[in-house]
């Protein structure tokens, strides 16, 4: 949980999560943030060996131990360390014992936090080498061990009776915990009995069973049948080739890759329903055991997020669905098609602007983009430019994607897969904005507090992509490049704030459904699916009723109540990047404060401090203005 730092990484390892509530708290300290954006692999006539990358181009892992050997020696320490935990047991109602155990978990926390991270990094600049695939194994190991040691820490605590705890919360010698305290206190409603604590822990393992099973199916039995491409040569559909087919600009290609998705998702409709409608009868369970009103109360709990935030997006979506209407409009007139088709939706629609940017235009581009921020900002930018904080380019048996991890008391790191385009450099900012909203609070705040949640991790790194786009639409003097960086940031509102919006409210449809006692039938989730696609697309287009089965293959329902976070995360960067374009020096203080606030305090009320509260439409409102003056912008050059 949240105020258990040392286990959260642990949970992080296992990706069990110990409660139902464990997957809304995952910290940054725990799990590499990875980026959104689909980076694919471009064919290289030869990738470099590891060996074989010139040291500039790749990150510093000595930063965070010098050798292997340092490595070794911290890993027999927090071995050794672990010995320790017993002697605070059954002491933890005496204030000096509890500000020790503490203080304890954010040693041995931050040690073993240190051990992972490096031997996981080290692992994904080659996953092929058997010395950092032990070494990761080992970590994790280490750190299930450490959860064994640490377990009876936040039992005994909340066993302790109310007025107990409370004259804790109060104590002085314990001022630095008074937010760690407060949290505890706050779950103990939801917390129950050793000994049924106990029982519902062997019972996690089952509860993985729906996710489980999706996810073998998904990946590994489910096949799709081989289509023809534009030359009409036989080609796997797979996956991951399924989005490269539906932007493919031969609309017959597009349509046979979205049939033949769909009806081999049909024939499977029976399994999948069965499996989701698992996933959200084991939410109820937990929801009901632990004495929450409903699964979605549950799933917000733990990051304190009341449910108006919730109702809020989807409630504020639905008043602009008219904005993306109009897109839809346009993407019709764009495609000059008589009909629009949801195989059209992801349809290129303009002719590809061609933009060679190397990764040494990228650094400077972002950095030109982010000069809104101040200079504060510019000189950390800078040093993670120069102190290789960023590992850049592929190479071979390099993991795939992006993302910003590392470990508290160490620079950030970030890394990459760049290519020359307009895409990598967008991943370049996603990126550093994760990197920095890391610096800024694990520089500023202890341990424990610097630990900032996923509601907040993606509001950073998206502000640096709106300001950076607002700079290259200022920029941009050729109508062709300005209505292709146009069309990106449109369909980034689309994509993460419409779609995922739609998809946060199926989640909530088919909870209320299923805790008023309705059986989710393959019928009745094909029915709310398709009824929310036609409400969200509009009557301007074609709904295709094969649409009716994408519930099937969307891997988030089975993390019930997360997908929102991209929604509001998106929303809350647009009006910041707003408010900073706009009043300047005073909005980027509140902002620079929001970085360096950590999880100091719970997520809503840090983005209320820096003037973006999510509890009311406002942030929403202020993200759809942006979406309608691109869709403006858009209808003007294509007059």
């Given at each position: 949980m949240k105020y258990q730092k040392s286990l959260s990484v642990l949970l992080a390892l296992s990706l069990i999560p110990s409660s139902p509530v464990a997957l809304a708290q995952e910290t940054k300290a725990a799990m590499p943030v990875f980026s959104a954006h689909n980076q694919r692999r471009i064919p290289m006539s030869k990738l470099l060996k590891r060996s074989e990358v010139p040291a500039e181009h790749t990150w510093k892992l000595e930063d965070l131990y010098a050798d292997q050997k340092a490595w070794d020696q911290e890993y027999e320490e927090v071995s050794s360390m672990m010995k320790k935990a017993s002697e605070f047991q059954g002491k933890l109602n005496q204030p000096d014992v509890l500000k020790a155990s503490f203080e304890f978990e954010d040693e041995i926390g931050l040690k073993l936090e240190r051990l992972f991270v490096y031997a996981r990094m080290h692992q994904d600049e080659d996953t092929a080498n058997p010395t950092y695939q032990s070494l990761s194994q080992k970590a994790q190991k280490l750190g299930v061990r450490v959860g064994e040691a640490l377990s009876f820490v936040t039992p005994e605590i909340l066993s302790l009776p109310d007025s107990e705890l409370d004259a804790l919360i109060k104590n002085e010698k314990l001022s630095a915990y008074t937010f760690t305290l407060k949290e505890m206190k706050r779950e103990k409603a939801h917390v129950l009995s050793q000994a049924e604590e106990a029982l519902l822990a062997q019972v996690g393992?089952?509860?993985?069973?729906?996710?489980?099973?999706?996810?073998?199916?998904?990946?590994?039995?489910?096949?799709?049948?081989?289509?023809?491409?534009?030359?009409?040569?036989?080609?796997?559909?797979?996956?991951?080739?399924?989005?490269?087919?539906?932007?493919?600009?031969?609309?017959?290609?597009?349509?046979?890759?979205?049939?033949?998705?769909?009806?081999?998702?049909?024939?499977?409709?029976?399994?999948?329903?069965?499996?989701?409608?698992?996933?959200?009868?084991?939410?109820?369970?937990?929801?009901?055991?632990?004495?929450?009103?409903?699964?979605?109360?549950?799933?917000?709990?733990g990051d304190n997020i009341p449910t108006d935030v919730y109702n809020n997006l989807v409630d504020t979506i639905h008043e602009s669905l008219p904005l993306l209407h109009r897109y839809m409009d346009l993407r019709k007139k764009l495609l000059g098609v008589d009909q629009l088709h949801m195989y059209d939706l992801f349809a290129p629609l303009v002719d590809e602007y061609k933009m060679d940017i190397t990764y040494d235009e990228a650094k400077k581009t972002v950095k030109e983009g982010?000069?809104?921020?101040g200079k504060e900002y510019?000189?950390?930018?800078?040093?993670?430019?120069?102190?290789?904080?960023?590992?850049?380019?592929?190479?071979?048996?390099?993991?795939?994607?992006?993302?910003?991890?590392?470990?508290?008391?160490?620079?950030?790191?970030?890394?990459?897969?760049?290519?020359?385009?307009?895409?990598?450099?967008?991943?370049?900012?996603?990126?550093?904005?994760?990197?920095?909203?890391?610096?800024?609070?694990?520089?500023?705040?202890?341990?424990?507090?610097?630990?900032?949640?996923?509601?907040?991790?993606?509001?950073?790194?998206?502000?640096?992509?709106?300001?950076?786009?607002?700079?290259?639409?200022?920029?941009?003097?050729?109508?062709?490049?300005?209505?292709?960086?146009?069309?990106?940031?449109?369909?980034?509102?689309?994509?993460?704030?419409?779609?995922?919006?739609?998809?946060?409210?199926?989640?909530k449809i088919i909870h209320e459904r299923a805790e008023q006692g309705e059986a989710l039938t393959p019928q009745l989730l094909s029915e709310i699916y398709y009824d929310l696609n036609v409400q969200y697309h509009g009557k301007n287009m074609v709904v295709d009723k094969d649409i009716e089965m994408e519930w099937a293959r969307i891997p988030h329902f089975y993390n019930s109540f997360y997908v929102y976070k991209y929604a509001t995360g998106f929303s809350a960067a647009t009006s910041f990047?707003?408010?900073?374009?706009?009043?300047?020096?005073?909005?980027?203080?509140?902002y620079l404060g929001f970085l360096k606030s950590g999880g100091s305090d719970f997520s809503i009320n840090i983005l209320k401090k820096a003037g973006v509260d999510m509890s009311t439409p406002q942030p929403i409102r202020e993200a759809m203005s942006v979406f309608k003056e691109l869709i403006e912008q858009m209808e003007q050059l294509t007059k």
């Open positions: 393992n089952l509860s993985q069973a729906p996710q489980t099973i999706f996810s073998m199916l998904n990946n590994a039995d489910l096949k799709f049948p081989r289509i023809q491409d534009e030359n009409g040569k036989e080609v796997e559909l797979t996956h991951g080739s399924y989005i490269q087919f539906l932007e493919n600009p031969n609309r017959e290609v597009r349509e046979r890759a979205f049939k033949a998705v769909y009806e081999t998702y049909a024939k499977q409709k029976n399994t999948i329903a069965a499996a989701l409608n698992a996933n959200v009868t084991k939410n109820m369970f937990y929801a009901n055991v632990r004495k929450y009103p409903s699964v979605m109360e549950m799933n917000l709990y982010l000069a809104p921020l510019a000189e950390a930018l800078q040093a993670g430019y120069d102190n290789r904080w960023i590992d850049v380019y592929e190479n071979e048996n390099k993991r795939s994607g992006a993302y910003a991890w590392g470990a508290y008391g160490t620079h950030p790191y970030v890394l990459l897969n760049h290519k020359d385009n307009l895409n990598s450099m967008f991943t370049l900012a996603h990126e550093m904005g994760h990197a920095l909203h890391s610096h800024y609070s694990d520089t500023t705040l202890p341990y424990r507090d610097a630990q900032y949640t996923i509601f907040l991790a993606e509001v950073a790194s998206t502000t640096n992509e709106a300001l950076l786009m607002d700079y290259m639409l200022n920029k941009s003097t050729d109508p062709k490049e300005k209505l292709y960086l146009l069309t990106y940031y449109a369909d980034q509102f689309r994509t993460t704030v419409f779609r995922q919006t739609m998809f946060a409210e199926f989640e990047s707003k408010q900073i374009l706009e009043e300047g020096q005073p909005a980027v203080d509140r």
